[in-house]
């Protein structure tokens, strides 16, 4: 039998509702994501290593060992880096035959594993000079390095059996668990400063079936709003240690430890089902997305302690935005998506996917956005790394683990949440069904899934929010389909049997609530799970001029291949501009002269000639 | 003879176009500015000088001078906020008869006078406790707080006669000439990190000839660009020091820092007449006026650093646009005035003084703006105090000496710049020439010039830049009138002879270059010499859903007599909404409910119940 690699594995969680494929489960075939894959093994994971070395990562870990001379290089959490580039190789294990990464990966697991301590703690920076004082200052990643290493060593056991990581992985959670807990165990009952490790040891326990881990995590979450951080540089809020988690009804603070946080929260209650904790999780779900979340599914509206703001607080040219929120956004939404099939965590990871997570990285696949701005005079531009170089393997990471997102099922149904043309054999998580996708989406309205393993079995495919007048075909048959919502095909399936989804996708324009200042006056262009932006290179007149006429007449177009086949659109609109190039002058009734706008998808910005962009257009 | 004060004078300047009229060469009687005077006497200035006394302002020079118990408390640069109240209070005394403020007017004086060393050194942090420190770090504002009471001891001087201060100002003008300047003259060549001291000893030689002030200011001024700083906390362009005066043509750095040295500058043109001098100063206000000023006139784009933003660099809600930076570019456009006699920087001195300065004062007279923005979600606040207090009294200081802006003379001419009801007696600037004006501007289009004096002179009254239409009436004959510029009227003047002008003031829209995105399709509002502004308080419904129709019929209506007598419009608006409060929603062509927009004028928000509030305000 071939191994079967979950990524998120609540197959035997009491509170999902779906169940997991495994990775070799889906085979992408498509022309969006198959090539992003595809560059993810062959230049992304490879790049990424070699930058993991050049910045002395990898050596930090030889030096705790004592294999190599040296002191520890870079910043304190670097460890982290390292162990999601190496998560990020062990799923692409599963999806894709790369023995060169394969032999790296277990040379980098040699040297992380060498510089564990004998009593199971793990942490380069802690190691040599700074030996004392670990588990001093829970502002500086202990916990949360730990939690990456024990994805990345599930990773690697899931795909390929090796052992050694996972077993170092436990090491360490026991240590931390012998270590930390309730004051009423004997053990320091300490807040983590930068949530991780909490979805981690659920996964760890998922694996293990250690029941330990699964408490340690509960206590983790529990703990928080007990003031039991301590050596903190910003306010409890920042932490999300202002309150408990379970009277935490908003999302607040550090973007990625908020979501991080609400991640393993999640976790937790698909394990245990606790109903005052999923009240809190719906309450933050709802607060993100009706205050605080960006058009494009980013999170994070300041610069200032990498901030989610207030209610409505989403300033585009300074919005933060990291790539890593949006990650972990994808993340908690997958997570609430198998506890309650709601199409509405489908919708909002697959939109996040495309629109949030895809800005953070170049066709090239070798420069990273940690900033997504939603507005940008062109001096926003991607880097081959950075010194905080949590983005780029977080990337690599999903798109690795992407054929996971496809589809689940429940012990009747076939679940298929997002569209992208290959096959989808649902054998390895029990249910007697596979089938094929056939379709040009995020570019084309039509989606054929033809049955390739029948039986009796309900087919429950998923309806975007945006497709009004999405209609189902099946057997001849035609019927309107209700957006955000799942329709259900309950049948005896033939081989061959023919379902035909379309989901209408003219351009549409979106206005934001009042509220949200900076977007009065404005829209956003989005054409099916695509947002859309206007960029300088595409454009005959300044983009800072352009307006666009809420009546314009579609055009679509194909743009240049170099980004990979997609949609342009075209739209009416005016330039405005000042006489004499004047800072300010009266404002003139025929102040537009008529232009054609240019919009092309918001992820691929920024691939071309350096130029200003914008997402919320002026409107005419 | 009644004495003559001088606010800033260039009677003497060689290259100064205009002279200045004394400070009681004008009595203003006008709804709009007399009230505002009176209540900075009778309110402003001593709740100043209370904070002053609590906050140990005043008790840190006691201290320094032994007199008193107790360490130096407070901000290194307390000292400049008494020097800069004084001030106020000294101009104020030839305005008003307020025997109180005189009193404890002589008693500071006093208490500063007893903190000077004996080597004239003066400043109470360096005193005391940190006497060594002295003059080891030129981002402390040693220079600064000498300036400020340089020009507090020529403002007394001036008007009550009084030469203790002034004394005591040459003797630490003296020893900062003895020991700063060009190394070839055995001198310390330092840059100082706050500009102020450069105009003052430019005045401080108008007032006492020493023609050494006027040297030590031209090197004060040359010597940046030079990397003589050291200890900097900031670039060197925050300093205006990363290249040398005469080459800087844009204004850029700290916003405040850069107008006081343009000041500075200009006030040392004045003197010297020097051309290269001449054509970095005007390509600096090019570059000001043109790239990166406000609408309000406010100046400074980023929190960051105090700092005015790159060209076209102007967020609304984020307007840093200082009070002391708006008052900075009024004290240079005067200079820049005087200079010229060019009706431009009579017209920005105007705007900025009550658009730009003015916002910064609430109408009670004692509480104040620090920030300016002109987009606020409505907990931007007036304070009643600072620790970083320079902004209340430089507002009271330049309403002390308002008078001295209204008018100026040549030697044929009778020159006024900005419309007060109340006299104008050019007697003490030595044109035998005297007018009394009668206008409810800035709200009443209508301006009435009585000659009270005649003789063979020529009046030259400014018509301001956005009266298109204007016309000039004298002797029943009606003319057109060229906006900016002064309407020159050449004759043998009787008393009773009239000119009236008139200056269109219906409301007018404004818009921005196309690049300033944020204002993109949007429009400020603006009538005769105000900028207007939508405030919740007056609004129906919430402040960020509202759109102005750029065709709407104007109407016009006296506001709350609260704040005083001023002019409200009502135009034609749209309210925008998401359907059930959604943070996203698509856009609608009926989303716009009609309501009724109320504006008031910018520099009266905030004075009511806190709201939302913008001047650019997003087009329907």
Redesign the interface.
């Known amino acids: 039998m071939t191994r079967q690699s979950f990524v998120v594995d609540t197959s035997a969680s009491p509170h999902a509702l779906l169940r997991p494929l495994p990775l070799q489960g889906v085979t992408i075939r498509d022309r969006f994501w198959a090539p992003r894959i595809a560059t993810n093994t062959q230049v992304t994971l490879p790049s990424q290593y070699a930058h993991c070395e050049e910045t002395e990562r990898i050596a930090n870990f030889r030096r705790a060992a004592g294999t190599e001379a040296g002191d520890f290089v870079g910043l304190f959490f670097n460890d982290s880096d390292v162990y999601k580039w190496l998560e990020a190789v062990g799923w692409n294990d599963a999806i894709s035959d790369s023995p060169g990464l394969s032999i790296i990966r277990d040379k980098v697991v040699a040297d992380i594993v060498a510089a564990q301590r004998t009593d199971g703690y793990l942490n380069s920076y802690f190691t040599k000079e700074r030996s004392d004082d670990r588990w001093t200052n829970f502002d500086l990643h202990e916990m949360y390095c730990a939690g990456h290493f024990f994805q990345a060593a599930i990773a690697i056991y899931r795909t390929s059996g090796a052992r050694t990581a996972l077993d170092a992985a436990c090491k360490m959670a026991d240590h931390i668990d012998a270590t930390f807990g309730p004051a009423s165990d004997g053990k320091r009952p300490i807040t983590d400063g930068h949530p991780e490790v909490e979805l981690a040891l659920v996964e760890l326990y998922r694996v293990t079936k250690e029941q330990r881990y699964l408490t340690l995590a509960d206590f983790m979450v529990s703990v928080r709003g007990a003031n039991q951080l301590g050596n903190q540089k910003f306010d409890n809020l920042y932490y999300q240690d202002h309150k408990p988690y379970r009277d935490l009804h908003d999302v607040v603070g550090h973007a990625v430890r908020m979501l991080y946080l609400a991640a393993g929260a999640t976790d937790l209650w698909l394990e245990t089902g606790e109903p005052a904790l999923k009240a809190a999780i719906d309450a933050q779900w709802q607060n993100l ?3 605080r ?1 960006y ?1 494009s599914g980013g999170v994070g509206s300041r610069w200032h302690g990498e901030a989610i703001g207030d209610d ?1 607080e989403l ?1 585009n ?2 919005a933060y935005t990291e790539t890593c929120a949006a990650i972990a956004s994808v993340m908690w939404n997958w997570r609430l998506l198998q506890g309650t099939g709601d199409a509405k965590y489908a919708d909002l990871m697959e939109w996040t996917l495309y629109n949030g997570v895809m800005p953070g990285l170049s066709v090239s696949g070798n420069e990273y956005f940690y900033q997504n701005p939603l ?1 940008n ?1 062109g001096t926003h531009r991607r880097s081959a790394w950075f010194g905080c170089a949590c983005c780029p393997p977080n990337v690599a990471r999903l798109l690795a683990q992407l054929g996971s997102y496809v589809a689940s099922v429940d012990s009747q149904s076939l679940w298929i949440h997002t569209y992208m043309q290959g096959d989808i054999d649902a054998a390895g998580s029990g249910l007697d069904a596979a089938v094929s996708v056939t379709t040009e989406y995020p570019w084309d309205n039509t989606v054929r899934i033809t049955v390739t393993r029948g039986g009796q079995w309900t087919l429950r495919a998923r309806v975007p929010s945006w497709a009004s007048g999405a209609t189902v075909t099946v057997g001849g048959v035609r019927q309107n389909a209700e957006p955000n919502t799942y329709v259900a095909l309950r049948r005896a399936w033939q081989v061959g049997d023919e379902v035909v989804l379309v989901f209408p996708m003219q351009p ?11 977007n ?5 262009v989005a054409r099916g799970p695509l947002l859309y932006c206007i960029e300088q290179v595409d454009q005959s007149m ?6 666009i006429d ?2 314009t007449q579609w055009a679509e177009a194909t743009g240049p291949v170099a980004l990979g086949a997609h949609t342009l659109l075209h739209a009416k609109g005016y ?4 006489p004499e ?9 025929d ?1 537009g002269q008529p232009v054609r706008l240019t919009l092309v998808p918001y992820h691929l910005w920024a691939n071309r000639a350096a130029g ?1 962009m ?1 997402v919320w257009i ?2 005419a």
């Open positions: 997305t009706q205050k979340m058009v409505y300033p040219p300074t507005e005079d549409r324009l979106i206005m934001a609530h009042p509220s949200v200042i900076n009065n006056g404005r829209v956003a300044p983009v800072a001029s352009l307006r809420p009546r330039s405005t501009s000042t190039d004047a800072l300010y002058a009266p404002w003139r009734h102040a200003a914008t002026p409107l």
